[in-house]
């Protein structure tokens, strides 16, 4: 554990089926604005809160996946307009990276320019309530929030400020969802486990064990809420699995895997868990050599058969094992499917470089040229 390191306890939790309904009860008093999508508008799902909430509700619905500035400063000018003492975020990582950053500028009065990057966001931001809608991203236990800004370039602002007061894990608002959303969320929270596990300046005993239970959730369970959509126990499994992996990263920082999915995401607009999904086993391969034994305690979780295989052989199990989950969960593990031309790498790369936040927490060291060919291996 890093010398003078602040662990993030995340937020407190109301977890179990049907518990969004009780949100209002734990907010303060005053006007809320509740940052979602037209999808999830659309879907019936805030309906049942936005009842409890009444008239103390603004809602702005116009977050798209990949969200911009633009659409973060057009949530904050919303609160800021109805007056607001209180921000939800409620839908996926979008929703809640917007709404995280919303209820920090219009607590803060911060420029957001200024806050880019870690540790810079040190003003009081509104009361924060976030409530996922998916079983991936963790950003409800998370100090980050990324937004996609000109150049389709993703930055990040990580602060302790961005951890919300209270997060709901409510599995119902999960059942359903769509294969490709479930597989590739799912495979999100996993890669972030993993990464957290090596992670190299932060790594410490806290984030370990939260990694080492998501990831026992979530190999546990994906495949089933892949196949069987309303199988409440597996998204409640999942769910939880993507929370502890969330504490896990806000503890121990994601590296390479999420270094190169950025550019994938920001360029082609590729969901963001399929985009981990494409680099990570390449990632895991070069990482090799300084995170055999790491990678070979992973492995026995999602293997326990693979113990017996010595370091080297359960290290490289690690790999077999998340290539045969994403493979069985249906998404398509190579650039090529994607439309992505092999010719992009050295491009891929150069934007790769920008996520330097990211880059300095990864085992081994990845230049432009590593960069280029893992996309290349990823092709």
Not at 321 to 335: N, S
Request: charged letters at 20%; proline letters at 6%.
């Amino acid at each position: 554990m890093t010398h003078g390191q602040i662990l993030h306890p995340g937020p407190r939790l109301l977890i179990g089926n049907g518990r969004t309904a009780e949100l209002g009860d734990h907010l303060p008093a005053g006007p809320i604005l509740v940052v979602t999508d037209t999808f999830v508008r659309g879907s019936g799902l805030l309906d049942p809160l936005l009842g409890v909430l009444g008239e103390r509700a603004t809602v702005f619905d116009a977050v798209e996946a990949d969200p911009s500035r633009r659409t973060l400063l057009a949530a904050v000018e919303a609160g800021r307009a109805a007056g607001v003492a209180v921000v939800i975020g409620f839908g996926g990582g979008s929703p809640m990276d917007v709404a995280k950053l919303a209820a920090y500028l219009l607590g803060s009065g911060d420029d957001l320019d200024s806050i880019w990057g870690v540790g810079l966001a040190t003003g009081r931001r509104l009361p924060l309530a976030l409530v996922p809608t998916t079983a991936g991203t963790g950003s409800e236990a998370t100090p980050v929030a990324v937004i996609t800004v000109e150049g389709d370039e993703k930055r990040g602002v990580n602060s302790p400020a961005l951890i919300p007061d209270i997060a709901v894990l409510d599995a119902g608002l999960t059942v359903g969802k769509p294969r490709a959303l479930t597989a590739a969320t799912g495979i999100d929270a996993m890669v972030h486990a993993i990464e957290a596990f090596t992670s190299a300046r932060a790594k410490n005993p806290v984030s370990d064990m939260a990694a080492r239970e998501a990831l026992r959730l979530l190999g546990a369970n994906l495949v089933t809420a892949c196949e069987e959509p309303g199988n409440l126990a597996a998204r409640e499994a999942m769910l939880l699995g993507a929370h502890l992996a969330g504490l896990a990263f806000a503890n121990a920082p994601v590296a390479g895997v999420h270094a190169l999915a950025y550019p994938l995401g920001g360029i082609h607009h590729l969901p963001h868990g399929l985009t981990n999904a494409l680099m990570l086993p390449h990632v895991l391969a070069f990482n090799m050599a300084a995170a055999r034994e790491p990678y070979a305690e992973l492995a026995a979780i999602l293997d326990p058969d693979c113990a017996r295989l010595g370091t080297q052989g359960a290290s490289a199990r690690l790999i077999e094992i998340m290539e045969g989950l994403i493979l069985a969960t249906g998404l398509q593990p190579r650039l090529r499917d994607h439309g992505i031309d092999r010719a992009e790498a050295p491009m891929l790369a150069r934007e790769a470089m920008k996520q330097q936040r990211l880059l300095v927490n990864n085992p081994v060291a990845i230049g432009e040229d590593d960069a280029r060919r893992l996309y290349e291996l990823a092709w």
